[in-house]
């Protein structure tokens, strides 16, 4: 059975940093492309930044395009999220997400096999 277990969330004040991890069991990993989504009260859940699984490509929402950075080892199983000047509007809880299929549509929640449980990350102005 496969599973995705985020880390690394927390309280952090404006302009702060944090770095996510998504540890991944019971999969090959680099049969996986990467996601990390967010969800905010009251809000849908929406795409942060996605990396494929052999060639490293990456693909970033705009809200966080220049403060954020997807990553992944394969030898570890574990893919990171490094947020940087972070903002309160960036709370939410984040979840990570494998797919694996290599599907065009990176952005689309639906694409994806797997999800972990999710880490709250909240930013305070």
């Known amino acids: 059975q496969v599973h995705l277990v985020e880390s690394g969330g927390g309280l952090v004040q404006s302009g702060g940093s944090l770095r996510l991890s998504c540890a991944a069991a019971g999969v090959v990993f680099n049969n996986y492309d990467i996601a990390w989504f967010r969800q905010a009260p009251g809000k849908e859940r929406e795409f942060v930044a996605a990396i494929r699984r052999r060639s490293g490509t990456t693909y970033y929402a705009d809200s966080v395009k220049g403060r954020f950075t997807i990553s992944r080892d394969n030898d570890k199983n574990t893919a990171f999220l490094q947020m940087n000047e972070l903002i309160p509007e960036d709370t939410a809880v984040y979840y990570c997400?494998?797919?694996?299929?290599?599907?065009?549509?990176?952005?689309?929640?639906?694409?994806?096999?797997?999800w972990g449980q999710g880490t709250q990350v909240t930013v305070s102005s």
């Open positions: 997400a494998g797919d694996t299929d290599y599907s065009l549509k990176y952005s689309d929640s639906n694409v994806y096999d797997y």
